[in-house]
Each structure stands twice: as C-alpha cells, then as structure tokens.
C-alpha cells in the first residue's frame, strides 16, 4: 500500500503540490482521489505543462485539469492490464476494487522481457472427430491426461516459461472451454483471452486477430500435442537467427514392412529388404515475427498452405528440432496411449 500512495494525490491540492510530488518521487503520473479514497481521475506532468501553457495558475486544484477518462481494469488479470496499456498507448494503469478505491498499480515496465512481448496463440477449435465417441459430449481439448486436461498442460507449461499472454481460438464447444479455463486461470484469462470462429478460420487464419495487438512474436501450439519443449529457448533461437518463421519438428522413424524396388532405365536396380526410414515432421508448435503476421489476409486459411506462402515469397523460414518429449493426442489410439502413459501424473513436471 506504501508503494501505491506515492501515486496518489488529493484532487483538492493544488497543481503546485503534484508538480512537487511528480519530481520528488519520480513517478510519471499521479491518481487523483476524493476524500473516501476513491480515484477520480490521472495527472502527469505533461497535463501540467499544457495547463500552464493555458495561464492556469499553479495554486488552482488538480481536479481542474486532471483527465476525468482515466485508463483503469476492474480484474487481477496483468495480462489484460498489460494488453489495454498496449492498446491505449499508457504506461500505468490501475486496478480499482468494487468502491472505486486503488488496490493496485501495473506499470508497463514490470511488463518488459521477452516472454510479454511475445503471444502464445492455442489452436483449439477443432471438432474432434478422429477423437469421437469422447469428443461428443467433451470437447477434446478438455479430455483428461495425467492429473489435468490437455489444454491445461499446455497452458500450465507455458506459464511455467514465464509467457503471460495467452490467447486460445476456440470453435466447437466454445463455451465449455471457456467456463472452465476462465475459472481455473481467473488472474491470467478473461474474455478477450478467447478468439471465437464464427465461421473456421483454418489452422492459421485466426493469428488474424493478434495483429493489431502489436505482439512481436507469437507462437502457436496444436490444442492435441503434449510436449516438453523449452519455450524460453524456442523463442530466443529464434530471435537470435533473425527468422520470420521457425518451425519445430520432429525426427520420426519408420519401419517399412515390404521389400523397396529401386526401378532404372525399365530395369530393377536393387532391393531394400524393409528398410528403416529417418524423417522430420512438423510438430504443430511454430513461431512467427509480427512481420509476417501483417501479411495475413481476412480469409480462411490452414497453416501448411501459410508457411507455403512465406517459402514461396522467400520469407526467412528456418527450424527448430526438438528431441525431447512429443506426443501427438489427436487420435482415439494416441490419446489412449498418452493417458496410459501419464496415469497418476501431473504434466507440469515435465
């Protein structure tokens, strides 16, 4: 409460006593209160300098020029305060309690690593139909694995990393999945966290609605996939290789069951008596730079025909392997085997 008194000033002193205020404490802005303690309004420095550019005199009250449309949240949720400061162009923004009274004060600089300059966008809304009968009455991102649900662990690891900006695009069952979320991460998700497709927008067509948001990266996540990727050092590979696009995959092997016919010149070359092939796939986590999410386009569009366009037009699209844990949930058989696998576990600890 110490620290939150040094922001506020009683809209009766004068405009003198905040410009004294402002200089002795450092701060870059003063909240007006009334005498119940209740904010009234926001004063900077600079609302001082235009009002002395005015000939109003220093001894008048700083409810005479304090700006009454002050910018404010009503909810615990830094990840909105953090969001409205971006969008309305702030650097302080406080959270009022039920009476109006301040009960705290984010500031856009405790907001200022690479984590919360960057989103994180889960593609949940599929139907689930490789996944039915489950999927029928539960939608397949809240199907149980280990101690939690799949989009839980997603979410749960990427707090774990430090991201706070958490957006999910949600389609089938949206509600469901909202309902629960919202009440389990009530300080991190609140409404604006859901991207709600009326109509699919495809497996990348709803980064669409992050591009205003000023994010300089976001990475997107398959709501199907459990995985122990460090997402600290995903993104900062690739910000150090200066990609537009970096793709995580995956080396798979696989066991062919039949002897290969090498065929040349209409003749048989050789047999490969069931060879062991070595492959990468994608993983279904990507990142991309803001630059290549301007260039996105208000219409359906799935994510391989996405990173399709930035190869063709010569976007920097490199690659990031992953060798640890990966386990793709999008079917009736994988998810069965996965939630055998973390049965009496908790997903977190990975």
């Not at 809209?11 to 904010?39: C, D, H, P, W, Y």
Request: proline fraction near 2%; charge should be positive; include cysteine.
């Amino acid at each position: 409460m110490k620290d939150i008194l040094l922001y506020l000033i009683d809209e009766n002193e004068t405009i003198m006593r905040a410009l004294e205020k402002l200089s002795r404490t450092g701060k870059q802005i003063l909240f007006t209160v009334n005498k119940e303690s209740k904010a009234t309004g926001s004063i900077t420095d600079g609302d001082i300098r235009r009002a002395i550019l005015r000939h109003t005199k220093l001894n008048e009250s700083v409810k005479k020029i304090s700006n009454k449309k002050f910018i404010y949240v009503t909810d615990d949720s830094p990840s909105l305060a953090k969001r409205k400061m971006e969008r309305e162009k702030v650097r302080h923004v406080p959270l009022l309690d039920k009476s109006g009274r301040i009960a705290k004060i984010f500031i856009h600089d405790d907001f200022s690593n690479d984590e919360t300059s960057s989103a994180v966008l889960i593609f949940a809304g599929g139907m689930g139909m490789r996944m039915r009968p489950l999927t029928l009455k539960t939608p397949k991102p809240l199907l149980s694995i280990g101690s939690s649900s799949i989009i839980e662990s997603i979410i749960d690891k990427f707090l774990s990393d430090g991201f706070k900006n958490i957006f999910i695009s949600l389609n089938y069952k949206s509600e469901m999945i909202k309902s629960k979320l919202k009440e389990k991460y009530k300080d991190r998700l609140d409404d604006s966290s859901f991207i709600v497709e009326k109509t699919p927008l495809g497996t990348a067509g709803s980064m669409l609605c992050l591009r205003e948001r000023g994010f300089r990266d976001v990475i997107t996540h398959n709501a199907d996939i459990i995985t122990d990727i460090d997402f600290r050092m995903l993104l900062d590979y690739h910000r150090k290789s200066s990609n537009k696009a970096t793709l995580v995959l995956i080396e798979h092997q696989m066991k062919i069951e039949y002897g290969l016919v090498n065929i040349e010149k209409k003749r048989i070359a050789s047999i490969l008596e069931k060879p062991e092939i070595s492959f990468f796939a994608l993983s279904g986590v990507n990142v991309f730079s803001f630059q290549v999410m301007k260039k996105l386009r208000k219409k359906r569009i799935d994510m391989n025909d996405f990173i399709e366009k930035l190869i063709k037009r010569r976007e920097k699209t490199g690659w990031f392997v992953h060798e640890g844990l990966w386990y793709d949930v999008g079917s009736l058989e994988n998810y069965l085997r996965a939630k055998e696998v973390y049965k009496n576990s908790t997903l977190i600890t990975l």
